[in-house]
């Protein structure tokens, strides 16, 4: 085995000090990535949470839509099987316009009764 004199010791140390710097710096750097990874996941997290929640909101939604668009469509049928051949648009329209007097009423007596 090769004799070390104090000279290549000390450069044998130094190179070791600038390998555990560079190690130290490195691990530094990984525990910062690894905080700001942790940090952007619980953002990520809270704005999945956020669109679930509005997913929800837009699936109730659709659901009301589409329930009205059903009544919709039995209004549709009520009033054309009301039509007579002869009678046609302005029997339609005095139609809607008492089913119009007739639910202003009720909305009046609901704003009566509160």
Known sequence: MEELTPRMIERKLSDLEKKLDILIMTKEKLSWSVSELLRENSELRNNNNELKEEVKEIKKKYTTLQKDFNKSKTFVKIVTSKL???????????????????????????EDTL
């Open 84 to 110: 007579t051949p002869t009678g046609g648009l302005s029997e339609l329209k005095e139609s809607v316009e008492r089913y119009i007097e007739e639910i202003d009423k009720c909305i009046e007596l609901l």
